[in-house]
């Protein structure tokens, strides 16, 4: 059942949401060469914990870290490791917050050092296409919609879209009513309506977009082992349009 939030709890998805965007620029900040993601998850918890909030993966479905961190064929659900970030990596994070009850949930995909041409466009237009998905996200369009114009514009670009993983509603629990497939049939699927909030989350890859499980044994990877990149926003439907909740 999709849930429509009041403008007060709007407002509180709101303060999560600035409490993640910087959480995670924060995390940016650090994401370099000879980093270790263990590292990043630790900034990640230090500074949602510092802003009264909690870490909204911590405990999910037996997730024991705050972060989520993907790195190049590895679309999502990574697990934090020792491993150490190199010079021509991408790696995905995803980050969750919790605040006075209620998620926010956003992703971003972030070069390590000097990457190669292909990886840096596949950031770009996974980046883009989160865009172009959050312009369709308003009041009287279709959850179809957004996927359509994702996987339209991502197709296009001679990439791939992820099928089996989905963007989601979102409130006091993490992933809620309806699913947002990031592709799909205009006029497909539910109407959007004013105080839904919903996570838009494209995951696009060079090759292949089947997946398979990950090496760690949690994460998922694609199937041919080709370069992935995944971005999400937390958006509030308004009546004039999509507000981003997860912004500074």
């Given amino acids: 059942m999709i849930t429509i939030k009041t403008q007060e709890e709007i407002e509180i998805m709101r303060e999560s949401g600035k409490i993640l965007a910087a959480a995670l620029k924060e995390v940016e900040k650090n994401t370099k060469p000879g980093v270790t993601t263990l590292e990043l998850d630790k900034i990640a918890e230090t500074f949602i914990l510092s802003q009264g909030a909690k870490p909204g993966f911590k405990g999910y479905d037996g997730f024991p870290y705050s972060l989520c961190a993907s790195v190049n064929e590895n679309i999502v659900h990574g697990y934090p490791s020792k491993y150490a970030l190199k010079d021509g990596d991408i790696v995905g994070l995803d980050l969750g917050v919790i605040y006075k009850g209620y998620n926010s949930d956003m992703a971003i995909t972030v070069p390590v050092g000097n990457v190669s041409f292909?990886?840096?466009?596949?950031?770009?237009?996974?980046?883009?296409?989160?865009?172009?998905?959050?312009?369709?996200?308003?009041?009287?369009?279709?959850?179809?919609?957004?996927?359509?114009?994702?996987?339209?514009?991502?197709?296009?670009?001679?990439?791939?879209?992820?099928?089996?993983?989905?963007?989601?509603?979102?409130?006091?629990d993490l992933h809620e009513d309806p699913k947002i497939p990031n592709f799909g049939k205009r006029g497909g699927a539910e109407k959007i309506v004013e105080g839904m909030v919903i996570c838009i989350?494209?995951?696009v890859t060079v090759g292949?977009?089947?997946?398979?499980k990950a090496k760690d044994g949690y994460g998922?990877?694609?199937?041919?082992?080709?370069?992935?990149?995944?971005?999400?926003?937390?958006?509030?439907?308004?009546?004039?349009g999509a507000r981003v909740l997860t912004e500074i």
């Fill in 118 to 172: 292909e990886a840096r466009r596949l950031i770009n237009v996974t980046k883009k296409a989160l865009r172009l998905g959050i312009k369709k996200a308003k009041v009287g369009n279709t959850i179809g919609d957004i996927g359509n114009t994702i996987q339209r514009f991502v197709e296009d670009q001679g990439f791939g879209v992820v099928r089996d993983l989905c963007g989601h509603g979102i409130g006091k």
């Fill in 201 to 203: 989350e494209p995951m």
């Fill in 208 to 212: 292949d977009y089947n997946i398979k």
């Fill in 220 to 240: 998922l990877a694609t199937r041919d082992d080709s370069l992935s990149a995944h971005f999400e926003h937390t958006i509030a439907i308004t009546k004039k």
